[in-house]
T-cell receptor, first 109, second 115 residues
Framework: DAKTTQPTSMDCAEGRAANLPCNHS???????VYWYRQIHSQGPQYIIH???NNETNEMASLIITEDRKSSTLILPHATLRDTAVYYC??????????FGTGTSLTVIP | GAVVSQHPSWVICKSGTSVKIECRSL??????MFWYRQFPKQSLMLMAT?????????EQGVEKDKFLINHASLTLSTLTVTSAHPEDSSFYIC???????????FGPGTRLTVT
């Protein structure tokens, strides 16, 4: 299973775009990139996932590099409610998840 | 859509007693559900994979006789912490896999405190 590397923490000004990077240099061709976030004392919330194409939904955009060795989650206009720990997970579709330490994002007023 | 519930949201029990936690997928069927545990300031740790109609698969180091898992229907999995001890106090989170898309959706978690 591909291992992911994320920065431990990041800050972002309210209203600005938050760009959260994830490295997954050992990803295999049929492994998906999933992003979840966990707000304090709650269960993780699904954000977005993708295989090789860039994806966008109402919450965020996912940019995957052409070689698939890294990706970036973009929250276009961060709000205080986006303060959370963001997890990047690379897995075969449907398989169990193993969580890393994620990135603690703090949105600053 | 894709809502997963857990009950109870928090529970306090005495050492030596057993506690059952329920996980339900409310608007989709889940052949597979997962149970996680999270200690303060740590990440989620996968405990076991729960398969409807068959025995659960436990991660290395997780005692199957202590953490009993039953997945009796396509919308319900239960985790029973038997003979609970204070070190079992933790945040227990379940997830259910949407078979259509393969995405996991998580419940809100259950805070267990053993006194």
């Amino acid at each position: 299973d591909a291992k992911t590397t994320q920065p431990t923490s990041m800050d972002c000004a309210e209203g600005r775009a938050a760009n959260l990077p994830c490295n997954h240099s050992t990803i295999s061709g049929n492994e998906y990139v999933y992003w979840y976030r966990q707000i304090h004392s709650q269960g993780p919330q699904y954000i977005i996932h993708g295989l090789k194409n860039n994806e966008t939904n109402e919450m965020a955009s996912l940019i995957i590099t052409e070689d698939r060795k890294s990706s970036t989650l973009i929250l276009p206009h961060a709000t205080l409610r986006d303060t959370a720990v963001y997890y990047c997970i690379v897995r075969l579709r449907g398989n169990q998840f193993y969580f890393g330490t994620g990135t603690s994002l703090t949105v600053i007023p | 859509g894709a809502v997963v519930s857990q009950h109870p949201s928090w529970v306090i029990c005495k050492s030596g007693t057993s506690v059952k936690i329920e996980c339900r997928s409310l608007d989709f069927q889940a052949t597979t559900m997962f149970w996680y545990r999270q200690f303060p300031k740590q990440s989620l740790m996968l405990m076991a994979t729960s398969n409807e109609g068959s025995k659960a698969t436990y991660e290395q180091g997780v005692e199957k006789d202590k953490f009993l898992i039953n997945h009796a229907s396509l919308t319900l999995s239960t985790l029973t912490v038997t003979s609970a001890h204070p070190e079992d106090s933790s945040f227990y989170i379940c997830s259910a896999r949407d078979e259509a898309g393969g995405t996991q959706y998580f419940g809100p978690g259950t805070r267990l405190t053993v006194t």
